[in-house]
């Protein structure tokens, strides 16, 4: 399994949107409705921010979305605050007997 | 609440092995496939292997296959990797990890690091 694709870096000002993309094959990311997208900052474990596409878990804030169009899954983050400057990664499930894929990080910086 | 804690990590050398060890708590266990999912200093996640909730399937990442191998024991809620003939390249912090589709819950992490 190939890794999936992110731009190292993005970024935007307080209060503006930023859009991270990660494109994959039709093996995984366009199989799938299993995109997760996972947020890290430095020292700490990365947290599911976006499960199955577009779906956020109990306490995330609304700011982020998800979605998916073909191969390629995005993450949205809207009113960018100072603590969303963090290491972006998206994950894809591959199929029953497969290991999920990694893209390689997106670097969020907040100006 | 939910909650997995790695241990058995620490300095080993090229060649040698080590086993982690996972304990959940929390969740019911063995209705949940886990991973191991390894992050190297400065890079990505890397998932490593998983194994089905009944420990019934395993799959690796080609880069530890013939090497570790992933196991669990649902009776004492404990995951298992054993890692033998390490390389340099293994050194990371490996954490444990909940689930197959959707992976929603990490350890800590603990730490390996492969150097003679």
């Known amino acids: 399994q190939s890794a999936l694709t992110q731009p190292p870096s993005a970024s935007g000002s307080l209060g503006q949107s930023v859009t991270i993309s990660c494109t994959g094959t039709s093996s995984d990311v366009g199989g799938y409705n299993y995109v997760s997208w996972y947020q890290q900052h430095p020292g700490k474990v990365p947290k599911l921010i976006i499960s199955e596409v577009n779906k956020r878990p109990s306490g995330v804030p609304d700011r982020f979305s998800g979605s998916k169009s073909g191969n390629t899954a995005s993450l949205t983050v809207s009113g960018l605050q100072a603590e969303d400057e963090a290491d972006y990664y998206c994950s894809s499930y591959a199929g029953s007997r497969n290991l999920g894929v990694f893209g390689g990080g997106t670097k969020l910086t907040v100006l | 609440q939910v909650q997995l804690v790695e241990s058995g990590g620490g300095v080993v050398q090229p060649g040698k092995s080590l086993n982690l060890s996972c304990g959940a708590s929390g969740f019911a266990f063995n209705t949940y496939a886990m991973h191991w999912v390894r992050q190297a200093p400065g890079r990505g996640p890397e998932w490593v292997a998983v194994t089905w909730f009944d420990g019934s399937h395993k799959f690796y990442a080609e880069s530890v296959m013939g090497r570790f191998t992933i196991s669990r024991d649902n009776s004492k809620r404990i995951l298992y990797l054993q890692m033998n003939n390490l390389r340099g390249e293994d050194t990371g912090v490996y954490y444990c990890?909940?689930?197959?589709?959707?992976?929603?819950?990490w350890g800590p992490g603990t730490t390996v690091i492969v150097s003679s």
């Open positions: 990890a909940r689930g197959h589709q959707v992976v929603d819950v």
